[in-house]
């Protein structure tokens, strides 16, 4: 990590930010004396420990145990505003936050404690974090379609406050297709559509979840790289990805940072964007994303411009293009350290 944190004043939007992951051991371990939940951790210490992924599904195992902790509406808030206050101090102005519902409704915990517990959150950002939200719901792809049509419909009483919908969970062999349905209901429902491609799964995966799907954004879309043609294709379309470059550390899509596509990818004329991904779990908020590509990447000052305003740019903000058109504004005008 950075040894200073020169980047964290750059506004900038976080686009790839699952909740769930930015549960930090502290607050697991609060929450988890809170609702007399039993972690087979004895400390916090000993957790941290475990943070040691080979890939992807050995991440997600941990991830899914952890939220057993996660079981009121005030326990989602506080994760909430926890986040918030995180990405506040790290220059986040608006975040898009991905929730996995199903993982939660697995357990017991409504559909409707998720969603008003973040929203009790969310209401208040601006107010309480000077960060602006949107909220994404997302289709665990490892599940069946018929149960993400049936999450779908569940949050229905709830979508005044879901901008989106988005697909995440193990990626390798559950192709996008399978969910071509729940998709083709959430645009009707004027939904927003992003979905992870290209993480783990193949290139081929990203022009599925384009054709098939109808995205507007790629979650990762690292392997993107190689296919020219469709980085010939993203750049024409100027489809934006939401990279997440410490993540992809951590659970070994790349061998190292200094491996990382992201300079070949903006070389190229890609919108790229950095974010977090699950910030608690891979070592950095966006700040630090943004810190370590430039330290370790040599990104130049016109190139983490370039992110910060792409990172607004691809918002789903177009109900707010004045508040879009402000905080483009906060990024020409910010000085470098
Ligand atoms: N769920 C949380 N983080 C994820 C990631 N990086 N990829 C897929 N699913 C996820
Ligand atoms: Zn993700």
Not at 218 to 236: N, S, T
């Amino acid at each position: 990590m950075s040894p200073y944190h020169a980047l964290m004043p750059l506004p900038k939007a976080e686009l790839h930010l699952h909740i769930e992951g930015t549960l930090e051991p502290e607050l697991a371990f609060e929450l988890a004396a809170r609702n007399g939940v039993a972690l087979r951790y004895p400390d916090t210490e000993a957790l941290r420990q475990a943070y040691r992924f080979a890939d992807l599904q050995s991440f997600l195992n941990l991830y899914y145990e952890l939220m057993a902790v996660l079981r009121t509406e005030r326990d989602f808030e506080d994760l909430a505003n926890a986040y918030l206050a995180r990405a506040a101090a790290q220059g986040v102005r608006h975040a898009e936050i991905f929730f996995d519902p199903q993982a939660h409704i697995a357990r017991g915990v409504s559909m409707g404690t998720v969603v008003e517990g973040l929203w009790r959150a969310l209401e208040k950002s601006r107010q309480n974090h000077g960060v602006s939200t949107r909220l994404i719901l997302c289709f665990l792809r490892d599940e069946s379609a018929d149960s993400a049509l049936t999450t779908l419909e569940a949050a229905r009483p709830h979508l005044d406050r879901i901008t989106g919908i988005g697909l995440d969970s193990a990626e390798a062999g559950h192709p996008p297709a399978k969910f071509r349905e729940v998709y083709r209901a959430a645009a009707d429902l004027g939904l927003h559509r992003v979905a992870h491609a290209g993480e783990e799964g193949p290139p081929a995966y990203i022009t599925e979840a384009l054709d098939v799907l109808g995205v507007e954004r790629i979650d990762h879309g690292l392997r993107c790289a190689e296919d020219p043609a469709l980085v010939e294709r993203l750049v024409r379309d100027r489809v934006p990805l939401t990279l997440c470059p410490l993540s992809n550390v951590r659970l070994r899509a790349v061998d190292s940072l200094a491996d990382h596509p992201l300079p070949a990818l903006l070389d190229a004329g890609l919108m790229c964007t950095v974010n977090s991904d699950d910030p608690a779990y891979f070592g950095g908020y966006a700040g630090d994303n943004f810190d370590a590509v430039r330290d370790t990447l040599g990104l130049g000052e016109d190139r983490l411009r370039e992110l910060a305003r792409n990172s607004f740019l691809a918002s789903f903000l177009e109900d707010d293009e004045e508040l879009r058109a402000a905080y483009l504004a906060e990024v020409e005008a910010y000085v470098f350290p």
